[in-house]
């Protein structure tokens, strides 16, 4: 099993910047795909960024330039750096970890609000 663990949320201002962290427990973490989505009041949850095993990454059109995700293998860990942050972005992050064809977890949410 892999259980994720996030960090990082909290208050900024417009055109700020903040680091979000996602801690899995496991013995696969190398061999499995991470992501970071979130979820707005009223809207529906989308997919952020996701990093491949291998470093590939894709991102939703809306972070394109402004954020970044990466991952530390020897750390068990993924980023999320988020940059030029705009009160658009405020919504609750969630980790999450998908492996083979049939496997995926989450992790509890952080909260990132953004002021304008």
């Known amino acids: 099993q892999v259980q994720l663990v996030e960090s990082g949320g909290g208050l900024v201002q417009a055109g700020g910047s903040l680091r979000l962290s996602c801690a899995a427990s496991g013995s696969i973490f190398s061999f499995i795909v991470m992501g970071w989505y979130r979820h707005a009041p009223g809207k529906q949850r989308e997919l952020v960024a996701s990093?491949?095993?291998?470093?590939?990454?894709n991102y939703a059109d809306s972070v394109k330039g402004r954020f970044t995700i990466s991952r530390d293998n020897a750390k068990n860990t993924a980023y999320l750096q988020m940059n030029s942050l705009k009160s658009e972005d405020t919504a609750v992050y969630y980790c999450?970890?998908?492996?083979?064809?049939?496997?995926?977890?989450w992790g509890q949410g952080t909260q990132v609000t953004v002021s304008s």
């Open positions: 999450n970890a998908r492996w083979g064809v049939h496997f995926e977890n």
């Open positions: 990093i491949t095993p291998g470093g590939g990454t």
